[in-house]
């Protein structure tokens, strides 16, 4: 069974630009989950995506958005990007009604902010 | 809300000595608790985790954590490291319902020097 993947895995941006970040996720999980892994800092999370419906959010501004697609691949879309926005995205698959805390992590994208 | 401490940002111990890395956690419900490890340029990887039942769980590459409700604290322990072990890891937790959304603690570096 292949993992999840993410792309790009390095990129930069300017400040004001907008970035897709993509993620597909292991073979047979239904849920994705984003989350914002800021230097020195644990994972922070930023929505789940179950059945493309967005199923809970965590303390992130509008301009952090998703989609999750028929196939539960997912893209998590930054507008308007800030300096503080630098950070490694994490996604993970999981099943929705899975094993508690059974998520199944990609390598990272990571993002760096000029 | 729920909030996870780890006390130490790093630990450096010396290869086959024993390691406690310590975690300790805030939250007004019952929560289930987790380790990850992160080996550079990796995702997070489930370490083991604690649902219920037996407060002392064990978990991959010789892992155990003990469980303390009455201290809040959810410490990893391994009794002999070995170089492969460096790491960092994160230790988090999450609700009962939402067991996939998971709040991080801010990660210890372990280091094992020979």
């Known amino acids: 069974e292949t993992g999840v993947t993410q792309s790009p895995t390095h990129l930069i941006k300017t400040r004001g630009q907008q970035v897709t970040l993509r993620c597909s996720s292991q073979?047979?999980?239904?849920?994705v989950s984003w989350y914002q892994q800021a230097l020195g800092q644990g994972p922070q999370f930023i929505f789940q995506?179950?059945?493309?419906?967005?199923?809970g959010r965590g303390n992130f501004p509008p301009r952090f958005s998703g989609l999750q697609f028929p196939n539960y691949s997912s893209e998590l879309n930054v507008n308007a990007l800030e300096l503080d926005d630098s950070a490694l995205y994490l996604c993970?698959?999981?099943?929705?009604?899975?094993?508690?805390?059974?998520?199944?992590f990609g390598e990272g994208s990571r993002l760096t902010v000029l | 809300a729920q909030s996870v401490t780890q006390l130490d940002s790093q630990v450096p111990v010396f290869e086959e000595a024993p390691v406690e890395l310590r975690c300790n956690y805030s939250s007004s419900v019952s929560v289930y608790l987790f380790w990850y490890v992160q080996y550079p340029n990796q995702g997070l990887q489930l370490l083991l985790k604690?649902?219920?039942?037996?407060?002392l769980v064990k978990g991959i590459n010789g892992f155990e954590a003990e469980f303390n409700k009455s201290q809040t604290s959810f410490h990893l322990r391994k009794p002999s490291v070995h170089i492969s072990d460096t790491a960092e890891y994160f230790c988090?937790?999450?609700?009962?319902?939402?067991?996939?959304?998971?709040?991080f603690g801010q990660g210890t570096r372990l280091t094992i020097n020979p």
């Open positions: 604690y649902l219920s039942g037996s407060t």
């Open positions: 073979s047979g999980h239904n849920t």
């Open positions: 995506y179950y059945r493309e419906e967005e199923n």
């Open positions: 988090a937790v999450s609700e009962l319902q939402g067991a996939q959304k998971l709040v």
């Open positions: 993970a698959s999981s099943l929705e009604r899975g094993r508690a805390g059974e998520l199944f």
